[in-house]
């Protein structure tokens, strides 16, 4: 019966070496390693690496705590709003172990786990029903991640701008200063300059010719086309122009007038622009010398002007001197006396007037010389102004160069740090300093008072030695007696988790009724097989003798046919066969009636159990209930004293 049964093996069950019986027949052992489970522990154990839980390889864990741990893990990470404390520790007892699964699979339903679990699948190690919850969990704990990752990303930058600055930024705060005044001296020498001025503004009488002559003014040359022909003439054609061509004139006219004419081609529209641009130009007057700049022509003209000027007062003067003296004194002085006088005084006159010019001319050359100084100062200025333009130019060809860019950038950064680097130096040798010089007058001080007080210090340390050494071994004493007593504590708690509470009496129950069954279903199979194997024996047997009887027949009957003697003890035999088989009907037909009895018998002890667990059911719920209701009134009458 071994070898028929040996000969079934269960679907995933790992098959050893065979063995053989005594007659020779192959024997199969299985055992109970489910290579599904196992399977489902390393997709577990993987997707528990993936998501970031690294405590899923250490060899040295069992795979309880991997994957309780994991899932502790996962829905910590998952940020969701529970009001249960998961502590996982690693090695728990038993009750530690069941306490932490129940509370994990509470938890789920509140995270709208898809997934349903029951507290002995994760502590049975059932991985099948695990790893979906695994798969889900870890689905949700990288989402999370996701979603809060920029968040915290974003909140670490703001906390670090708040108290520290990167070298660039204090690159920047110590080159906007220098960059503003910059600018604004670049904005203030390139603002524009007005170099001509128009005298009579009414003659315009159009906007737009208006604009066009507000930029010549500021020295811009635009292209100027009205937009429409058949407009008033926007200003009146000279008189010069007339005289530069009949077509050229006829063109101007037409376009001025509303031209009727066919359309310019495209030299005289640019013909006829020119003539436009210098017609408004015309009209102005340069202002160059009256904008503050003084040349050495407006010099020249302004000592010319005033050498006249003197000359004319000069003559001025005399002529009514002379007027005056003769007015006074008329009769005294004849006409050649009065004439010498009068010579004589704008002789005078002449002299302190030439002295004058003299000296404005003296001014003059001065002045002319401190101007040439200037140009050509001026001129090296503007010359080197060039040469730094071009330096700059180079200097941004480079930083527009990707490679250089970079480096150019490093070494700006550098220098920075170089300066940075420099100044702290020094703040840090004159800090030494003063530090040193406040250290060796302490030491000096020190030394003078050590030498008053030398003799109390060394008995007040003996003292303070002696008392330290006592306390260092009260110290010591008390840190044995509180280790000791934490061994007792430890010993004391050990003892109370190996007492099962009520929580762990009923997942031993549950485990012990799930194992009964099995071993129940497992019993019944078996009982069945051996039903199954008795049986076909028995009809192997049966079959057996009926094929030899029926062998037995056929050998014989010729020879019993032979004569009437054997013929008739061929027929008794027969007889007496055919006896023998009706007493083992009887006898198997008996066996069957005892089976059925003992069948009604059995049923009727099963149906009585069922009514006595139905009994023992009612009665462990009315219990429960009873033990409830007394914790209840216990807690209250606890509260109320």
């Known amino acids: 019966m071994s070898a028929v049964l040996g000969g079934r093996v269960r679907a995933g069950s790992k098959v050893l070496a065979p063995q053989y019986d005594q007659e020779g027949n192959e024997i199969q052992v299985e055992t109970r390693e489910d290579e599904e489970q196992q399977v489902k522990l390393d997709q577990t154990i993987e997707l528990l690496l993936a998501a970031g839980y690294f405590r899923a390889r250490i060899k040295g864990l069992s795979p309880f705590d991997k994957v309780v741990g994991g899932m502790t893990w996962c829905i910590t990470t998952c940020n969701f709003d529970l009001d249960v404390d998961l502590l996982f520790q690693e090695n728990s007892t038993i009750g530690q172990k069941i306490a932490l699964t129940e509370k994990i699979v509470a938890v789920l339903p509140k995270m709208k786990c898809p997934h349903r679990i029951e507290p002995h699948q994760i502590q049975g190690l059932d991985f099948i029903h695990i790893y979906p919850v695994v798969q889900w969990l870890v689905k949700r704990a990288i989402e999370t991640r996701e979603e809060m990752g920029d968040q915290i990303r974003a909140f670490s930058v703001s906390q670090f701008n708040k108290n520290h600055r990167t070298p660039e930024d204090q690159e920047f705060d110590s080159r906007k200063e220098q960059s503003v005044s910059t600018l604004a001296a670049v904005k203030t020498g390139y603002q524009p300059r007005r170099q001509y001025k128009r005298q009579a503004v009414s003659e315009l009488l159009d906007e737009e010719s208006q604009v066009h002559s507000t930029l010549l003014e500021y020295g811009r040359r635009y292209g100027y086309r009205p937009e429409k022909a058949d407009k008033v003439p926007l200003f009146p054609i000279p008189k010069d122009l007339k005289a530069e061509g009949k077509d050229s004139a006829k063109s101007a006219v037409a376009a001025a007038l509303g031209g009727k004419t066919e359309e310019m081609d495209e030299e005289e529209a640019q013909a006829l622009e020119e003539q436009r641009i210098k017609a408004l130009m015309s009209g102005m007057q340069a202002t160059g010398a009256a904008d503050g700049k003084l040349t050495a022509s407006a010099v020249g003209s302004i000592v010319g002007m005033q050498s006249a000027e003197i000359q004319q007062i000069a003559s001025e003067y005399a002529g009514k001197q002379a007027e005056l003296a003769a007015e006074d004194r008329p009769e005294r002085l004849s006409g050649a006396q009065q004439h010498k006088r009068t010579v004589a005084s704008l002789n005078k006159q002449i002299t302190a007037q030439e002295k004058k010019l003299e000296e404005v001319r003296t001014k003059h050359e001065e002045l002319h010389t401190a101007y040439t100084s ?190 009437a003697a054997n013929k008739e003890q061929f027929l008794k035999q027969l007889e007496q066969i055919v006896d023998g088989i009706k007493q083992n009907k009887n006898k198997v037909e008996k066996k069957k009636q005892e089976e059925k009895m003992r069948r009604d018998q059995f049923n009727d002890t099963f149906l009585d159990l069922v009514d006595k667990q139905r009994v023992y059911f009612k009665t462990v719920k009315d219990f429960q209930e009873e033990c409830r209701k007394n914790e209840i009134l216990l807690a209250k009458l606890k509260a109320a004293s």
């Not at 490093?410 to 940075?420: K, S």
């Open 374 to 563: 200037t140009q050509e100062k001026l001129q090296e200025v503007q010359e080197f102004s060039a040469k730094l333009d071009e330096e700059m130019e180079k200097l941004s060809e480079q930083e527009k160069d990707e490679a250089n860019s970079s480096v150019l950038q490093q070494l700006r950064g550098l220098v920075a740090m170089n300066e940075n680097l420099k100044r702290q130096e020094q703040e840090f040798r004159a800090h030494c300093k003063e530090e040193m010089a406040r250290l060796q007058g302490a030491i000096d001080q020190l030394k003078l008072d050590g030498d008053e007080g030398e003799g109390e210090d060394q008995e007040r340390s003996r003292l303070i030695e002696k008392q330290y050494q006592a306390d260092k071994e009260k110290l010591h004493k008390i840190r044995l007696l509180l280790a000791r007593k934490n061994r007792e504590i430890a010993q004391l708690q050990r003892k109370i988790d190996e007492v099962p509470s009520r929580a762990e009496l009923s997942q031993y129950q549950r485990r012990f009724v799930e194992l009964y069954n099995q071993v129940a279903a497992t019993h019944k199979e078996t009982k069945q097989f051996i039903t199954l194997y008795n049986t076909l024996d028995d009809t192997k047997l049966y079959l057996n003798k009926e094929v030899n009887l029926l062998n037995s027949i056929h050998d014989n009957f010729e020879q019993a046919m032979s004569s």
